[in-house]
Structures are given as C-alpha cells and as structure tokens.
C-alpha cells in the first residue's frame, strides 16, 4: 500500500479500540460515537480485507490477524510523534533570523534588540539585508521588516510610528533637497540622490540638504542632535511593516519578538 493511501485514520481507532477492547470506550477517547468507530473499524477491514475484531460472548476480542500488526502500529505511532516533537522544537529555539533594510536595522532594529537581548541573554540574532521583498522560501527567515502600505501577502503588524519628517543639521543647513527611492519626493529637484533613507538622513547631518524620511529612522538621531526638524510630523500611508508566512507567524518566539517590536 502506497504512503499516501494508509488509512491514518482507521488505525488510530484500531489502536484505541485494541487498547479498551470496547467501541464505547473507545468512542470516549476519540471523542466520537461509538456507531463512527465502528464505521472506522469496518472501512478499514475492508480496506485491509481482514477482520480485525470478533464479538464473543465475554465481549470485543482482536482476531489474530488484528493482534498481528498492533506493536508496529503502536511503534508507528511513537515514531509520530518523535516526529512533531522534532518539527516543534524550533518553537523553542532562541534562535531568530530577521530580514531587514540596512539603514532601518542600523539606525532602529539594532538598539532594540541590543535591549531585548539583555533581558534574555540565550537569544541569538541572525540578521539579514532585505531591501526589497524577503524571500521566505529561499532564507531560512522567521520574520522581516518591510517599507510599504501592509503586509502584502503575509501577516503583519505595524510598527508604530509618526509618519514621515523632514530633517537638517542642527543651526540649518542647505535647502536643497536629498531624494531617496521611497520617499516621494521630486528627484528631478535633488542637489543629492542615495540609496536609502539612512544615507539621506547622514546627508542631511552633514548640511547637504534637506531629508523627508520616516519618524521611526530619524528619532533617534533628532534625540541625538544630529539633525534637526523642519515643520511637524506628518503622516503616510507608508510604513515599516513586521511580516512572516503564517507558520512562522504562528510561532511563540515569532509572536514574542512582533510584541518587543510593534509597540
């Protein structure tokens, strides 16, 4: 019989119905009827083409061919179940590779986690560069953050933010414009086009102009005084976004971490 065709089902009210030598008790286990596992216990006779169990006058009794297949059944069973031990061991694992971009992981991930990390010291960190949409099926990802409008055709969950601010160096500095891919600005106008908010930002300290780029990014270097805001926080429709496939999503570290970083 083909693996695909084994009749999981049927075995394990086979196993059940071995062990209490009743369908009723059986039933109770199962939390079925007892008419379904006699319906199971039939299908898989037939299935099978033996008989499996007999009723005699002292009660339910195995049939020798029954009695048979039970211990590698039961050994079956066991191996079962090392099995999802095995695959659920990465839920305590304090291990977690997260996909970011890099200026985003420079400027805001890496001192968060710095204190995450000083509240468990067994966690460890893989950290991966992901400027554009993470392959999940290629990295052995457990979670990313993204730039966009959601989380696409994962889960997700925001990270809080203000939105977006325009920034400058401290005391004022050029009123050109520094354009970034992502910030929606008119880079027709640009005295200085980089490759990702944290280089805008950096520009803008160095009084090369002025930089729109997300609160998240920029908080730490306004606290800092090394750049300076222009006007007032505004809001956007874009945003860094917490993301994972639902089975990583799922995941008890996964959903501890999302908690340490969303608020």
């Keep these: 019989m083909k693996r695909t065709h084994l009749p999981l089902n049927g075995l394990r009210v086979l196993d059940a119905a071995a062990r209490h030598l009743s369908f009723t008790r059986a039933a109770d286990e199962l939390a ?8 199971q ?13 007999r009723r005699t006058t002292k009660g339910l009794e195995l049939t020798p061919e029954g009695e048979a297949g039970l211990s590698a059944l039961r050994q079956g069973f066991l191996q079962f179940e090392e099995a999802v031990r095995a695959m659920q061991a ?17 400027k805001w991930l890496l001192p968060r986690l710095a204190t995450i990390a000083q509240r468990d010291s067994d966690l460890r960190f893989v950290l991966v560069t992901a400027d554009s949409a993470p392959d999940f099926t290629e990295a052995n990802l457990d979670l990313a953050i993204t730039w966009g409008e959601g989380p696409g055709l994962h889960e997700g969950e925001a990270i809080e933010s203000e939105g977006m601010v325009t920034v400058e160096r401290p005391g004022g500095g050029a009123a ?11 880079e027709a106008g640009a005295l200085v086009r980089v490759g990702d908010a944290g280089l805008a930002l950096d520009a803008a300290a160095r009084g090369l102009g002025r930089a729109t780029v997300p609160e998240l990014l920029a908080a730490h270097d306004i606290a800092a005084g090394k750049v300076a ?4 926080p505004r809001p956007s429709r874009l945003g860094y976004w917490l993301v994972a496939p639902l089975p990583q999503w799922r995941q008890q570290k996964v959903q501890a971490l999302v908690e340490a970083l969303a608020g």
């Design 176 to 186: 050109a414009i520094i354009a970034w891919p992502g910030d929606g600005m008119d």
């Design 41 to 53: 216990v039939r299908a898989l006779e037939d299935t099978l083409g033996v008989v499996l169990f």
């Design 32 to 39: 079925v009827t007892p008419a379904a596992v006699g319906q």
């Design 229 to 232: 805001l222009v006007g007032e």
């Design 90 to 106: 990465g839920q305590s694992s304090k291990s977690l590779t997260i996909a970011a971009p890099r200026d985003l992981t420079e």
